[in-house]
């Protein structure tokens, strides 16, 4: 290894060590701000510009990859923290959309939003709908209310459906987006979508995507996020999308920053 890859490995080493016997409720919880800390340094180290193939020898060994579980979940829950954190802001401030745009996330989800777009040649007043949308469905949001879509989220935590419903009506999105309580078994829905999008956290990929190939229509489209450039690979558990052999990937557009996901276009070709 060379002197910038021992200083990574070891960073590595040091968020695990820090991290993995951490409860859910202290990382959900906690009134330090010493977690804060790891979760940018974990973003920081995702941005990095390092070949693909480095990095598989960095992270390749069983130990690794299961020290990679464990940072992926403390990521995870800090991740909904803040979700949880802003969309509260937002239900207690005067001027919502500010509080919003000053999310840490923000340019991200907004940059990734225009991705999914371009990359489905959605057009205004297109319907899409969103598979884990989360307590702060910010990509509907964005789609919603920057491109003129309707948008549904669809979310299996209670509490995160109610929380996201009371942040679509503080932000005047009520018409446009609606929140419903399910999951991958939801679909299919009676209404018409136009582009079906699975999120980053939506788990396990494998089976989410074995059920939606009954469950879309021929000629559907869908896309899905991952973490697969570089160090991105740090923030999601490592694993194999086996696509059943219906769909057909048209494009796949790869993070630039501030963006961490890359996003996979499917098509489901008729049989």
Known sequence: MDQTTIEIDNEILNIYSSTKDLKDREILHSQSDYLMDFF???????????????????????????????????????SLRLEVEKANSILDSSDPWN???????????????????????????DCVVFLGSGPLPLS????CHYHGLNGMGIEQEPDRVELSRKVIKKL??????????????TL???????????????????????????AVPPRAKLSYRLYEKGLRRLLEIPAVVTLPEMFEEYLRIRPRPPVNNTVVFLTKVVS
Not at 102 to 110: A, P, Q, R, V
Not at 196 to 209: G, I, Y
């Open 40 to 78: 940018n340094r974990l973003d920081y180290l995702a941005a990095l510009d390092i070949d693909d193939q480095d990095v598989q020898q960095m992270i390749g060994t069983s130990q690794k990859r299961n020290m990679l579980k464990s940072i992926v979940r403390f990521r995870d829950l800090y």
């Open 99 to 125: 509080v919003l745009r000053g999310f840490t996330h923000f340019t991200n989800y907004f940059q990734l939003a225009k991705t999914e777009y371009e990359g489905s040649a959605l057009k205004q007043g």
């Open 140 to 143: 509907l949001i964005i789609l």
């Open 172 to 185: 005047g999105l009520s018409d446009q987006i609606r929140i419903i309580d399910g999951n991958h078994f």
């Open 188 to 214: 299919p829905l009676s209404s018409k979508c136009d582009l079906l999008m699975v999120a980053a956290a939506a788990q396990p990929k494998t089976e989410v995507f074995a059920h939606l190939a009954d």
